[in-house]
């Protein structure tokens, strides 16, 4: 024979194994004599701690945001922008590589005139400070970024991914550069020279920046 | 001994633990920055469905708001990230980790609701402090279920571990041990009042062991109210 407070706990007990607790407590707990629903708290909740996540307790997004931003919040980075700003200064430190290093680096591996070195420096100025949405940097430049550094391309590229999307602040593409002279040799502008050189003419920026601009905020692909 | 936050999985494929082990290995290299702090996301994900649920057990007296509840769970997260960022250790119990943190974080948020209950309504008096020392805490009270389903005998052990601790649902378990739905539900019922009437002795005897510490600790070193003993 069950008593309310036994009937009450097993209804919880199985409703937790078949995924579909009742939110709100007082669903239970208006069953139970109110002397006893301390008790029926520490009991269910005891037991929740000791079985730990559920099967069905899947990962969903709004999971791992919350786990990202906990995580974030533990470290000086940037809130919105996930754990990359952070992970990118404490890796040039434990590498010993200053900032003008990684990107004189980066503009001779993407074959950069001062106008692009100039983006360059701007843009990774606002990936370390926070200001960038991981999600839409370029993998190639992750992993070239990865590769200078001597860490893991697939690392940065799921640091990059990690976002807290609630509060990723919606900003506006950098203001182009004005052009100025380039280097030879960068692979987009000899294969096409002349929309190049049309661009700049009507105003538009520079090969290298839009490259730039393109690594930083064109998505995954670009 | 650990706690392992899957039953059913020998703790060499518990995915806490080997999510630990992951963690531990990349704070060991020099370019383990991105990876700890991934993992260490990852590990916290799969609970906050769990946190959540406990969280809005625990605060329910308080009648917390989605919100209220939302500030608890992102609360005891940052608690444990920030207690992972500290120390690792492939033999910690995550679930005990997250237990402790979700306990203080509920008696922060009750704390605070009484504070502010007391300046808008001056005239309540001064409530009890959540915080009641004699009381056992949130882990030691799941640690203590696991040991009392263990030490029930023979078929009822079975049955609670796989309803409590398992999540089976009774047909299942019925269908296990080749027996009708109702000689579960019966099984069940028996063990849990054998669970609970030895949680009630526990406790009693537990509060009497706090309470005779305390006197005995009281006659030994007399305590100057305003702090310190006495010269």
Redesign the interface.
Known sequence: MTDAFDHAFLAAIDDLNAGRLHDDPQHYLRAVPAARHAEFTRRLTALMVARGPADHDEVTAEAYDAALSAVTATTAGSAAAGILPDGLRRLRKVRGIERDALIDALAAEYDLGPAGRDALRRYYHELESGALTGSNIAHRLLRSLARQLDADGEDFIAAARAVVRASVPQRSPLRPAPAMGRSAGDFERRRAPAPAARSQRIGRPDPDVELVERLFTGGPDA | MP?????AAPPAQDP?ATLLRQLALARRR??G???E??I???????????IR??V???A??QRPSDADIDEL??GV??R???AL?KEVDAGNSI?GL??VN?EWEVIDYVRRRRRRAREVHPEIEDFPDPAAPERPT??D??????ERIAGLSGRDQQIMAE???L????EEIAWRHGVDRRVV?TA??RA??KL?AS?ELSDVRHARDVRAARRDWDAQTPIDRRGGPES
């Open positions: 706690v392992s936050s899957d039953p806490d020099p370019d920055v991105l990876r702090q991934l260490v996301t990852q590990l916290l994900s799969r609970h906050v469905a769990n649920r406990i809005a057990w625990r329910c007296s769970v992102g997260l940052i444990v990230a920030d960022s679930t997250i237990a979700i949130l882990a009270e799941a640690c203590a279920l696991r309803r409590m601790l999540g089976l649902k009774p539900d069940t019922s849990l009042k609970l949680d």
